[in-house]
């Protein structure tokens, strides 16, 4: 009865414990590095978290849809509801976190006015990073479109490029590995951050702190409201993690709360 009793006992704790466990995908900086930052914080609530490194901005989300991963960090709102509507998903946001101000760079000109005609401009090949890197271009004066508001522009809504610029459209994570084959190319900051870019000072254009785009912590409804995924939405918020993305990006990322 006693060795019953234990075998219970053992297999309940080792149930409770597992359902403590909570493993999140995220690209590499800044997110996961805050992920990392806040394991201790979570430790200490008896939370275990694990975190998957991935380079691309698709199978994130796929693998929390099917249930293969309980949340990722790395995307903002308007690329989940675009990702939501294009695959049929209904990811949901849990919490901001943070933003991070989109930039353009080059090796080839220090100001965006010594564009020559013609230069090639590469942009990230997804709608939404897509249309923001578009937004950035018209505001900084380079080009005009259409609707300086729609966050899905794409180069067909270009309505003045006075330098006949060349627009490519590429995957987001490949354009610091092309920075030194085109003349201005947009990065997201996570994969600048990556590439050693600083983009407080390399960036020769880049958004405000006002940008729309936070980045977000996502769930699933089922598992949008446990007690993992809130305590780690609540330490992703923390002061503790504000300071943090403070003193380590010096601006290059921003908490957003």
């Known amino acids: 009865m006693k060795k019953l009793l234990a075998l219970v006992l053992a297999t309940a704790a080792f149930t409770a414990h597992a359902a403590d466990k909570i493993t999140v995908a995220a690209t590499a900086v800044p997110h996961a590095e805050i992920l990392e930052f806040v394991k201790p914080l979570l430790a200490k609530q008896?939370?275990?978290?694990?975190?998957?490194?991935?380079?691309d901005y698709v199978q994130p989300n796929v693998q929390v849809a099917e249930k293969r991963l309980d949340a990722n960090f790395f995307q903002h709102q308007p690329y989940l509801d675009e990702f939501n509507k294009g695959k049929g998903t209904n990811l949901v946001s849990v919490a901001g976190v943070h933003v991070?101000?989109?930039?353009?760079y080059s090796t080839k000109v220090k100001?965006?006015?010594?564009?020559?005609?013609?230069?090639?401009?590469?942009?990230?090949?997804?709608?939404?990073?897509?249309?923001?890197a578009l937004l950035l271009l018209d505001r900084a004066g380079v080009l005009k479109l259409k609707d300086n508001k729609n966050i899905l522009a794409t180069s067909r809504d270009i309505t003045q490029n006075p330098k006949k610029l060349k627009v490519r459209e590429l995957e987001a994570a490949t354009l610091p590995r092309v920075l030194n084959q085109v003349d201005l190319a947009l990065i997201n900051t996570n994969?600048?951050?990556?590439?050693?870019?600083?983009?407080?000072?390399?960036a020769l254009a880049?958004?405000?702190?006002?940008?729309?785009?936070?980045?977000?912590?996502?769930?699933?409804p089922d598992n949008k409201d446990s007690a993992p995924i809130k305590k780690l939405a609540a330490a992703l918020t923390s002061k503790e993690v504000k300071q943090f993305i403070e003193q380590k990006y010096k601006g290059a990322v921003v908490p957003a709360f």
């Not at 694990?50 to 380079?55: A, G, I, P, S």
């Not at 991070?100 to 353009?104: H, K, L, R, T, V």
């Not at 880049?206 to 699933?220: H, M």
């Open 206 to 220: 880049i958004e405000g702190k006002q940008s729309p785009y936070v980045n977000i912590l996502v769930a699933r």
């Open 100 to 104: 991070e101000p989109f930039g353009a």
């Open 191 to 202: 994969y600048a951050l990556e590439a050693k870019l600083n983009p407080a000072k390399d």
């Open 46 to 55: 008896g939370v275990e978290l694990e975190v998957k490194v991935f380079t």
């Open 111 to 132: 100001k965006l006015a010594d564009l020559k005609e013609g230069a090639t401009v590469a942009i990230p090949n997804d709608p939404t990073n897509g249309g923001r």
